[in-house]
Structure formats: structure tokens, C-alpha cells
């Protein structure tokens, strides 16, 4: 969306269950909100666990796709001049847009039907509310995968690589707002937006000459070396990931790639049960520095005593260049699909 404003001036109707105020860290006035689910995606209990019973749940509420909710969203959609469609993943955009007699273009580094086929004898109902999605992927204008990609489609015009988000202020900015030393050792802690217990804080207090950025704290305060953020507080991540050294996180796409943009070593946290954890994690250890840190020894925290390893991990320098994301590869391809003219 930032790219395509930044190229085109576009503006946008934002159709999504997910808080104004993340957008707006990005996109602020650009957009229209509209609150709707979209997508399932998984439910989940913690950061690293995915709650079965209830995704399948939701997604029997949402599939399959309600003719009413599908007719007035393409309403709106016309009523707001809009030109295209662009899906994160959610394939209800791609009925709207039929609908509406409008291009889809989806975007996507994996498809839902692809992450819960493996699931299909743990929970049977899956496979056809999998099918069901896999009919509108199936009836897309325009399929854009993206790097780290987790299974190539031949319905894929292209591939691109990873989309992070910009940097909005230069690292000696973002240590100086801090009061973090341009010398000092940085390291970015973050497990996303879903809570997940961080037992081992006491531990990264004993690494006195290193600090932290943790998030997901009980409260946003510092104390020491460690400077925890409440979940509810507003973080801009990819100001945190220029101004750290290294990251440590979950493997989850936006933090993978908004770290490797940065040229960040990263120590991954792999969650097993996800089917996407196999080919990110060879991605990542293809394309970035660092280590993994399996899911059941994230709590007990031993990968604190290797943090210095991964700061010496740095491939180039931490004030070299950043990487060109590929959501700029995507608003190009998104012009050609809208032509000339006003773009929304």
C-alpha cells in the first residue's frame, strides 16, 4: 500500500478484522477502514501454538463465502470507484472482485489450503473448507508469490523478493529516542503480535553490556539493559530492527523479512507443527545470518548465552544499504493490471 501511494498516489478502501492503528503506523490516511473478517489463518493459543478446533470453527463460520456479505462488499467496492482488488492471502477479495467486475491480484508466500493440507486426519473438516478456498485462488486475475516462498504455484506469474516494511528514521535517530549508545550491542527480542511468556528476562539483565528491545512485556518501562515494550504499546518495528545489530524472534514472515531488508543476523524460533517452518527456515539459512532456536527450548533460554555469537554473525555492515523490498515489485505490476489514471 505505501509503495503504491509512493509511485502512484493510490489510496485505498481497507477491508480487514486486524486494529486500525497497525495501519496506520504505515499508512495513515491513505485508507478507508472497514471492519470485516476476512480471513481465518489460524487461531491461536500463544505465539507458537495454533488452536485446531478452534480454526476450523471459525473457518465454518466464514465458509462457504455468504452471498450477502460477498454482493454488499462488492457494492461498496463500486461505490468507492475502486479499480482492483489486492488480497494478502484472504480469498473472499478475490470473490468480491468477480463480483464487482473488478481485477484480483493476490499476493502470497504460501496459501492457506497448502499450510492445512498436512492436518487433513487431524482434523477431517479441514480438507474441504480447504478446497473451498482453493477454488477462488484457482480464479485469480493476477498471482504474485513472494520470497521466502513456501511452495512455487504454477498459477504464479512471478516472484518476488521478501516485502517489509521502510525504515522511517535513520539508526543514530532511533538509538538517540532510546538513549542507546551508537556502540552499544542492540538486539531486537519480538514473538509478534501474539502474547507468548518470556520466563527468562532476568537472564538478559545478566548481559549487562548488551541491551535489549523486548516486546510483549507486562509493561513498557527500562530497567537495566532491558528496555520492555507492553504489547499495547505503538512500536514502528522496522525503526527498531535499523537501529538494533540483531534480531531474535519467531520465524514469522514479517520479521524475517523486514530483517533481512536491514541485512539483520536473525535467531529464529521454529514452531515444528507449522508447515511453513521447513522451507522459511531454508530460506533463511540460505539468505541471512544467525541461528534457530527451536520452539521448546525458547523458555529455557540457552540461546541468551549464544547472543554474542550472533552479533559477530553480521554479513556487511549494519550502516550499508538496505535491500529493496519487494513490495515495490508488486506496486509495479499492480500499475500495469490498473493502467493510467487515478488509482484506488
Known sequence: MEALHRLAGARFELFTSSPRWFYDE?????YRYHEVVTDVGFRQESALAYDLEGTVAALAELLPFD?????????????AGCRAVLCDIAPLGIAVAERAGLPSVLVE???????YEPLFAEAPELEAQAAELERWVDRVTVHIETEPLCAADPRAEVVVPPIGRPARRSRAEVRESLRVGADV???VLTMGGVPEPLPFVSKLRAAGDITFLVTGMPETRVEGNVHGFHADTRIYMPDFVRAADAVVAKLGYSTVAEAWKERRPLAYVTRPNFRETG???AWVQREMSGFEIPGDGFAGAGWVERVPELLGAQRGDTNGRP???GAEAVARRMLEVLGAGSVS
Open 185 to 187: 550491542p542492540l538486539v
Open 323 to 325: 535491500r529493496e523490498s
Open 279 to 281: 522451507p522459511v527456515r
Open 26 to 30: 504505515s499508512v495513515a490516511g491513505l
Open 67 to 79: 452471498e450477502a456479505l460477498v454482493e454488499g462488499l462488492a457494492l461498496e467496492v463500486k461505490r
Open 109 to 115: 508466500s504460501f496459501t492457506w489450503p497448502w499450510l
